[in-house]
């Protein structure tokens, strides 16, 4: 299948040779397993250097990024991180990417096929291994194509203030299996699977994740311990500054329904700031299924920046909605406008009224999280009908439109709300409902009720067009579990947790959402 679509791209240059397996010092003498896919030809072709715990692990990585990119004339480095794939040392998250990068371009250098020109790309954590480097680019680095990028690990574990579960769970079983085997990586996925649904439902969750590996994970104990920015474990972690300041052409690839969708959108905005060359790709993705979706985009995308050109506008997103590809000169658009929705009963509306809503939320039947921002390729958009069921769901919703509306740039909702829990959560979801009564997320976004004032709760970016007749919805709940930890309704912390407490939260009409209009 894979074979089938990304043969879509451009035609193979060269046949390929790989050698698997070189060893390649470290920074304090670690040995770094690395696979060099080289195409057949006696020119002299630049390299690119791909880093990151998995990707030697076989399927699909060897293919996508040590064959095909070798095949356009590229010598491919692909080497495991330290404590992975068989390479020495103890793997450490986040930690030892910059200097290992660093001792891997030092023997690059000291290769006979390298000219002097250095690229990197690929995604998520191959993503981050880049951005770690930037801290001292080196000299030979000419250009960078980032992909669904993890920028902050912070952020991506504790997005809106409460711990991103699934997240963590589904990214550990694809940087902790300590191997360089396809089959161990699929008996991890498949252990986790089976035991999955009777995790969720045990408690304390420092004791009940580690049923789906083969014992501790220590990052992801130390992640899930440490609720703020400033705690140790996060040191150093952020990569946002090095890379908005990164000296060298980069281009960024994110979906709509990625992890990390506002961080990469963020240095997109920094770099151009700054003046530096940089253009951003956005698709109908989730972190999981782009590749297997629109690989012949990210390739197109990668291939263009590794050859020096630039695209004509620097940014290419697609429109929800009208199923279209739209270049622009900038994101977000200048053309957009804010425009104000007010709670009503069941209803938005463009004049505040009086009133309020409630909604009782139980830990013990949290509310799921459906659709959006999910490691599952199957998730995204979907169907919202068995969520908007729920008798913990509050939906509130346009009369139909007469016009199209397009949506484009960050939404956002403002809540007047209070909870009887000792510290609530809202997560606030953006939708569109057809004339046949279909509903489907757009954007969506959790945070922490605030103890006084309005709670804010950001929902990500989107472009959307929103059809006449359609109409727009606004769902509001207290959670959205796995995607974020539930919330236990006691204020404990929530890797030791035990008490489960119901709570309910009352949100007054005066609450507004607003959409950036084109």
Same mark, same amino acid.
């Given at each position: 299948?894979?074979?089938? #679509?990304?043969?879509?791209?451009? @035609?193979?240059?060269?046949?390929?040779?790989?050698?698997?397996?070189?060893? %390649?010092?470290?920074?304090?003498?670690?040995?770094?397993?690395?696979?060099?896919?080289?195409?057949?030809? !006696?020119?002299?072709?630049?390299?690119?250097?791909?880093?990151?715990?998995?990707?030697?692990?076989?399927?699909?990585?060897?293919?996508?990024?040590?064959?095909?990119?070798?095949?356009?004339?590229?010598?491919?480095?692909? *080497?495991?991180?330290?404590?992975?794939?068989?390479?020495?040392?103890?793997?450490?998250?986040?930690?030892?990417? $910059?200097?290992?990068?660093?001792?891997?371009?030092?023997?690059?250098?000291?290769?006979?096929?390298?000219?002097?020109?250095?690229?990197?790309?690929?995604?998520?954590?191959?993503?981050?291994? /880049?951005?770690?480097?930037?801290?001292?680019?080196?000299?030979? =680095?000419? @250009?960078?194509?980032? /992909?669904?990028?993890?920028?902050?690990?912070?952020?991506?574990?504790?997005?809106?203030?409460?711990?991103?579960?699934?997240?963590?769970?589904?990214?550990?079983?694809?940087?902790?299996? *300590?191997?360089?085997?396809? &089959?161990?990586?699929?008996?991890?996925?498949?252990?986790?699977?089976?035991?999955?649904?009777?995790?969720?439902?045990?408690?304390?969750?420092?004791?009940?994740?580690?049923?789906?590996?083969?014992?501790?994970?220590?990052?992801?104990?130390?992640?899930?311990?440490?609720?703020?920015?400033?705690?140790?474990?996060?040191?150093?972690?952020?990569?946002?500054?090095?890379?908005?300041?990164?000296?060298?052409?980069?281009?960024?690839?994110? &979906? =709509?329904?990625?992890?990390?969708?506002?961080?990469?959108?963020?240095?997109? *905005?920094?770099?151009?700031?700054?003046?530096?060359?940089?253009?951003?790709?956005?698709?109908? =993705?989730?972190?999981?299924?782009?590749?297997?979706?629109?690989?012949?985009?990210?390739?197109?995308?990668?291939?263009?920046?590794?050859?020096?050109?630039?695209?004509?506008?620097?940014?290419?997103?697609?429109? $929800?909605?009208?199923?279209?590809?739209?270049?622009?000169?900038?994101?977000?658009?200048?053309?957009?406008?804010? #425009?104000?929705?007010?709670?009503?009963?069941?209803?938005?509306?463009?004049?505040? &009224?009086?009133?309020?809503?409630?909604?009782?939320?139980?830990?013990?039947?949290?509310?799921?999280?459906?659709?959006?921002?999910? /490691?599952?390729?199957? *998730?995204? !958009?979907?169907?919202?009908?068995?969520?908007?069921?729920?008798?913990? %769901?509050?939906?509130?919703?346009?009369?139909?439109?007469? &016009?199209?509306?397009?949506?484009?740039?960050?939404?956002?909702?403002?809540?007047?709300?209070?909870?009887?829990?000792?510290?609530?959560?809202?997560?606030?979801?953006?939708?569109? %409902?057809?004339?046949?009564?279909?509903?489907?997320?757009?954007?969506?976004?959790?945070?922490?009720?605030?103890?006084?004032?309005?709670?804010?709760?950001?929902?990500?970016?989107?472009?959307?067009?929103?059809?006449?007749?359609?109409?727009?919805?606004?769902l509001v709940a207290g959670g959205a579990y796995p995607r974020w930890m539930r919330n236990y309704g006691t204020g404990e912390p929530i890797a030791t947790a035990t008490r489960l407490v119901a709570t309910e939260t009352t949100v007054r009409h005066t609450s507004v959402l607003e959409i950036p209009v084109v």
């Amino acid at each position: 299948m894979m074979r089938r #679509r990304t043969r879509k791209g451009p @035609a193979a240059r060269y046949d390929v040779r790989w050698a698997p397996a070189r060893p %390649v010092p470290g920074a304090d003498g670690t040995t770094l397993l690395t696979d060099h896919y080289a195409p057949v030809t !006696t020119e002299p072709v630049p390299t690119i250097l791909i880093r990151a715990p998995y990707i030697r692990g076989g399927f699909p990585w060897n293919w996508l990024f040590g064959v095909l990119f070798a095949e356009q004339g590229y010598h491919v480095l692909m *080497q495991s991180s330290r404590g992975t794939g068989g390479s020495t040392g103890e793997f450490d998250a986040w930690s030892n990417e $910059g200097r290992d990068g660093q001792a891997a371009v030092e023997w690059i250098r000291e290769q006979e096929f390298f000219t002097g020109d250095l690229f990197t790309v690929g995604g998520s954590y191959m993503a981050y291994s /880049q951005l770690a480097l930037a801290h001292a680019p080196p000299p030979e =680095w000419r @250009a960078a194509v980032m /992909q669904i990028a993890v920028v902050d690990p912070y952020r991506f574990y504790w997005a809106g203030g409460r711990f991103a579960l699934e997240r963590a769970l589904v990214g550990g079983v694809a940087m902790y299996p *300590q191997s360089n085997s396809f &089959g161990a990586n699929l008996r991890a996925v498949v252990r986790m699977q089976l035991r999955l649904g009777r995790m969720l439902r045990r408690v304390p969750l420092i004791d009940a994740y580690r049923s789906l590996f083969t014992g501790p994970r220590p990052a992801i104990e130390a992640a899930m311990t440490s609720p703020s920015a400033g705690d140790p474990f996060w040191a150093g972690t952020d990569t946002g500054p090095a890379g908005a300041t990164l000296p060298i052409p980069v281009s960024l690839s994110t &979906g =709509w329904h990625d992890l990390g969708t506002d961080q990469v959108i963020e240095l997109y *905005q920094a770099r151009r700031a700054a003046g530096l060359e940089t253009d951003l790709l956005i698709g109908p =993705w989730t972190h999981t299924n782009g590749y297997e979706r629109d690989w012949e985009a990210f390739m197109t995308q990668a291939l263009r920046r590794m050859r020096g050109d630039s695209p004509e506008l620097p940014v290419r997103v697609h429109v $929800g909605g009208a199923d279209e590809w739209r270049d622009l000169p900038d994101w977000p658009p200048a053309s957009i406008r804010p #425009r104000r929705l007010h709670l009503g009963p069941d209803s938005l509306t463009e004049i505040p &009224g009086p009133g309020y809503s409630i909604f009782r939320y139980d830990p013990e039947d949290p509310t799921p999280s459906i659709g959006g921002a999910l /490691q599952s390729s199957t *998730q995204g !958009t979907r169907d919202m009908a068995a969520l908007e069921r729920r008798g913990d %769901v509050l939906v509130f919703t346009s009369p139909p439109l007469a &016009g199209a509306v397009e949506v484009m740039g960050p939404v956002h909702a403002s809540f007047d709300a209070t909870t009887s829990a000792a510290g609530g959560d809202l997560f606030a979801r953006l939708c569109d %409902v057809d004339p046949a009564g279909k509903s489907i997320n757009i954007c969506d976004g959790l945070t922490r009720i605030a103890a006084h004032g309005p709670t804010v709760v950001a929902m990500g970016s989107t472009a959307h067009r929103f059809r006449a007749g359609h109409r727009i919805r606004l769902l509001v709940a207290g959670g959205a579990y796995p995607r974020w930890m539930r919330n236990y309704g006691t204020g404990e912390p929530i890797a030791t947790a035990t008490r489960l407490v119901a709570t309910e939260t009352t949100v007054r009409h005066t609450s507004v959402l607003e959409i950036p209009v084109v």
